[in-house]
């Protein structure tokens, strides 16, 4: 979705005030699996996820009148994900908050730690200690690594100051540094 | 080592923001940094529910009308709005999603609005928000029947053809008729609620085959989830039972859980309440469409609760 120009969006958001079809059907093309990924970074779950991407391109075309070209559609579309993410997290949380638990029992991880930090390894070790990472600092971060949003995009998303999400991406460096030097120092200790 | 698909450079804000630290820490960080390709998030995409997506979502852009498959089927779509424009009709979903030769009509969520949609045989399904009916693109020429999610008032037309609306644990069956069905599976305490406002309507269980009851008109029924033990058939007052098609309301000792489901399908907003409040039962109805605020002042008023607005909608809470 980075590498889609900013003009490019401006063109679909004119097409979509037309109600142009072709520029709806583009759009989702174009954007399904990235918007997808950023609703899996917050739910975690594949069939949550595709549920709320088939809400935001309805709404959207429900909204289509509405939206600005001269404003962003691609920071549009993320905080419509967002948006309906966190509040399909928050129902989900109030009403199945015993099977939430079921469906995603915390993975016991003690078997790696004694895996040296060879390179095979690392990136499941790198991915665990992402997923463990206080929800909102993991966002930005994923965000910020894997989706190329730059800060000021991440902050206006989540609604917090530039400076904040450069707080939390150190955070979360500095977290990996810290877990992947526990690891080191322990092979070191290991005969 | 996990083959590398491309790595995206430390963003100059971050850059900046680290350039103060030592420069062994700075190092790391940027270490860090790059090491982390290795734990690209690889979430294999599900491709046929994509295509399922993409489908239904190009069947909402597209008018039903300018869809031959459809229009000699779906004569007519209209709003019978009291919120909205006549245009939301663009936004009920007509979809091939249960089979290839199954019809499915979604009433929108959020619209504030019910549609109406007339079958082949001349019968009237009004829908409530969010509400789903299926039927067969050989509806009518052999059987007449339509399967049922949600909420939906039925004007059956006459014929030797029985008519049948299968929901998640009922059948209903009739020849002529007008009633309602209300079946939503996930309601706390869920029934099927049968009502029925002219002639009559012999209801089932489909999950125990021993027993149906007939209904006449001014009579309702509910079938609980088992069958005949929470099935209950009773002469009521219906005046306000079909208010729900204008915008208006009646529950009847229906848990305020069930009623803040009604309101979120309607409005599409967040409505919080705790478990002391969800299962709370109330009374309540209203004739005609007011405000989302207006009814949970009614509700709020009626059992002495309180609301008010959070991000994203409303909170109910004691008082």
Known sequence: ?191 | MTTRRHITEIPDGLAAYIKEEHAAERDALHSVWNLCEDARPDYSLDADRKAGIRQHILAVVNRPADRPGIRHTLRLITVRGYAVAASLALLVAVSFNLAPDVYTVRAPVGSGSTISLDLPDGSTVTLAPGSVVSFSESFAQTRRRVTLKGEAFFDVSSSDIPFVVDTYNARITVRGTRFSVRAWADDIDATTDVRVDEGRVSVASRRSHDWDVLLSAGNEISVAGAGRDGAESTSADLRHAFNWIDGGYEYKNEPIGNVLADLKRQHNVLIEAPASIMFRPISIFNQVNISLEEVLGDISATVGIMYRPISGGFELYEK
Do not use: C
């Open chain 1, 1 to 191: 979705m980075r590498s889609i120009t900013e003009e490019q969006f401006r063109s679909w958001s004119l097409g979509l005030r037309n109600s142009d079809r072709r520029s709806y059907t583009a759009l989702f093309d174009a954007t399904y699996d990235a918007l997808h990924r950023y609703g899996m970074y917050i739910l975690q779950d594949q069939s949550a996820a595709s549920d709320i991407l088939q809400d935001v391109f309805l709404k959207l075309w429900q909204i289509r009148s509405n939206i600005d070209p001269e404003r962003s559609l691609r920071a549009l579309m993320y905080q419509m994900v967002r948006n309906y993410a966190l509040n399909h997290e928050r129902q989900r949380r109030r009403h199945f908050a015993e099977e939430l638990e079921a469906d995603h029992p915390s993975v016991g991880f003690d078997t790696m730690t004694d895996e040296r930090l060879d390179a095979d390894s690392l990136g499941k070790h790198l991915t665990h200690w992402i997923e463990e990472m206080p929800a909102r600092r993991r966002e930005a971060f994923l965000l910020s690594r894997y989706e190329g949003l730059t800060h000021e995009e991440i902050a206006a998303l989540m609604d917090l100051a530039p400076k904040t999400v450069n707080n939390h991406i150190v955070l979360a460096l500095q977290h990996l540094r810290q877990q992947m030097q526990e690891i080191e120092d322990r092979d070191e200790q290991t005969p």
